[in-house]
């Protein structure tokens, strides 16, 4: 969601994923911007659609590795949503590089 350029940023919106299976207990992925709810990365069930995951931002534009560890997903359908809701001019998101793993950050297996 770029809006910056063609809207200067007065727009609101929300993007989500396609269903997909969480096939491992340990999602990564790298995301950042507004440190507040209005701009966040959400994990929700796809048969419910409630979010049990999210996480806001640090106000900049470095992306840092988030990894979760969701055994109780596993095997479930998700999708990743990236709503901004901000405050006209203040909406900033970047989200990426979502991969699932079968092992921690120190290399351990898990079931």
């Known amino acids: 969601m770029d809006g910056f350029e063609l809207h200067v940023d007065v727009g ?30 959400e994990l929700i069930r796809h048969d419910t659609g409630q979010a049990f995951f999210q996480v806001a931002g640090t106000s900049t534009e470095t992306i840092r590795q988030r990894m979760m560890d969701l055994p109780d997903h596993v095997g479930r359908k998700i999708k ?25 950050r120190h290399g351990r297996q898990h079931p």
């Open 12 to 41: 609101a919106a929300t993007l989500t994923t396609a269903p997909l299976s969480l096939r491992s207990r340990m999602p990564r992925f790298l995301p950042n911007g507004r440190p507040d709810e209005t701009t966040r990365v």
């Open 80 to 104: 990743v949503r990236l709503p901004d809701t901000g405050p006209r001019g203040r909406g900033h998101l970047n989200s990426g590089h979502f991969r699932l793993q079968e092992t921690d």
